[in-house]
């Protein structure tokens, strides 16, 4: 078996939930984009997400 | 996923057929030619129409099973070396046995590329990704021909065709690239957006704790991790970004959502490798741990066994869930559902086999707990 080192502290809770958010403030598009995403599939409108394999980018 | 209750089998979600066993470039990190594995060697050099055809019988059999579409990936070696009507003719036959609404993709370094090939991917709606590492002096430092000689330019040519087609919305599936640690992340990122690729996906490089990956100097060592980390500080403020699957990933994880790929988190994922002669096989990225590591002791073939025999098998459950890793570092971890223990070739170690956190274990903490402390700052914008 093979031993890691104990990892660095982190600034947040890993099992935190993300408070309700106001995208457009922001200043990350990506973060932004995910966010909404995200949002969407929970709503039911994009939850057809791709499976793909790790060799292939199936990118929609 | 998956473990479904409701037929107790694991539901596949892509099949990832190996329609070329051989390929017209050696690249030095292919886990296929490079890495110890030979099984290439006593493969078909290309999935012959009859092997195709009971491919699709069975998939079409397993298809009444399971009343769920999945992917069809086409895969090698390099598939393009089937040329225009083979391919043609194979794609046509898997199409006309799987529901309409079944995505079929192919993986190719681009170089065979052609008009032709690209009418033949258009009228039977397969997309394609293109294999590239970064700019010329990236890409040329471990894509080489089997003489040596760089092949960038003969790719280059190849996504030009592929972006300058009538239908290259739909064809253009997007770039897939293995990670140089010693490349500059921006000028790879920076690269990357002129060709215009819908997304990006970046890999670690194979290999184990016994056969450390390239650029990666220790267990500890957090080369790749770094290079990860570089890569995250300019995609979160690119005012036009690209999409980066792995990142992507990470931060649907963290925001409590899934990974589409495996990798990280905790994701299972039901894929079923074809191998040109019609054999069952393993995730084929294990070839990288030891020679026939892909294999199962059982013989499955398309010429002789039903997928869903395979599919309720004892071994095949018992592969399914080596996705998930079983070592007590990684059970203890505090990431343990953002990083899932990594990719499953990246545990190997001769004596102890997989069980053991991911080689890449100090890059992925180093990385997840970055994008982490970058989430938490930018929520507090908003």
């Known amino acids: 078996m093979i031993k890691t080192s104990e990892p660095p502290g982190v600034e947040s809770d890993p099992t935190e939930k993300p408070p309700e958010l106001d995208v457009s403030k922001i200043p990350s598009p990506v973060l932004a984009r995910l966010i909404e995403e995200m949002r969407n599939e929970e709503i039911g409108t994009a939850h057809m997400y791709n499976r793909f394999h790790n060799r292939h980018n199936r990118s929609r | ?382």
């Open chain 2, 1 to 382: 996923m998956i473990w479904a209750a409701r037929w107790g089998v694991v539901e596949l979600d892509t099949v990832l057929i190996k329609i070329a066993s051989r390929c017209n470039i050696d690249c030095h990190y292919c886990y296929v030619y490079n890495m110890g594995d030979t099984g290439w060697a006593s493969m078909p050099k290309q999935m012959s129409h009859e092997t195709t055809i009971a491919l699709a019988t069975a998939l079409k059999d397993l298809y009444r099973t399971q009343k769920r579409p999945f992917a069809v990936v086409l895969h090698g070696g390099e598939p393009l070396l089937l040329g225009p009507a083979k391919l043609k003719r194979l794609i046509t036959t898997l199409h006309d046995a799987l529901p309409p609404e079944t995505a079929f993709s192919l993986q190719t370094n681009g170089i065979l590329i052609t008009e032709e090939i690209l009418h033949v991917c258009s009228e039977t709606r397969t997309t394609l990704s293109v294999s590239i590492d970064g700019p010329r002096h990236i890409h040329d430092r471990s894509r080489v021909g089997h003489r040596g000689q760089g092949t960038y330019d003969k790719v280059m040519q190849g996504i030009e065709l592929l972006r300058n087609h009538r239908d290259a919305d739909f064809l253009y599936s997007g770039l897939l690239a293995v990670i140089d640690p010693d490349s500059d992340p921006s000028e790879v990122y920076s690269f990357f957006k002129t060709l215009g690729p819908p997304g990006v996906d970046f890999l670690y490089r194979d290999g184990n704790h016994t056969r450390l990956p390239a650029g990666k100097t220790s267990f500890q060592s957090t080369e790749y991790g770094e290079w990860f980390v570089r890569l995250l500080d300019i995609y979160l403020y690119d005012p036009h970004p690209l999409r980066i699957r792995f990142l992507d990933d990470l931060m649907r994880i963290i925001l409590g959502g899934t990974a589409t790929k495996d990798g990280v988190g905790l994701t299972d994922f039901g894929v079923l490798i074809v191998d040109t002669d019609g054999s069952i096989a393993k995730n084929d990225t294990l070839k990288s741990a030891f020679d026939g590591a892909d294999r199962f002791m059982q013989k499955w073939s398309v010429h002789t066994h039903r997928l869903e025999e395979v599919l309720t098998s004892t071994e095949f459950a018992e592969y399914h869930a080596s996705q998930r890793p079983t070592s007590r570092v990684c059970h203890a971890c505090p990431e343990f559902k953002v990083c899932g223990g990594g990719m499953t070739l990246h545990r190997w170690q001769d004596e102890s086999g997989f069980d053991n956190p991911s080689v890449y274990c100090s890059d992925q903490i180093l990385l997840i707990r970055s994008v982490r402390n970058q989430i938490t700052a930018l929520r507090k914008c908003a």
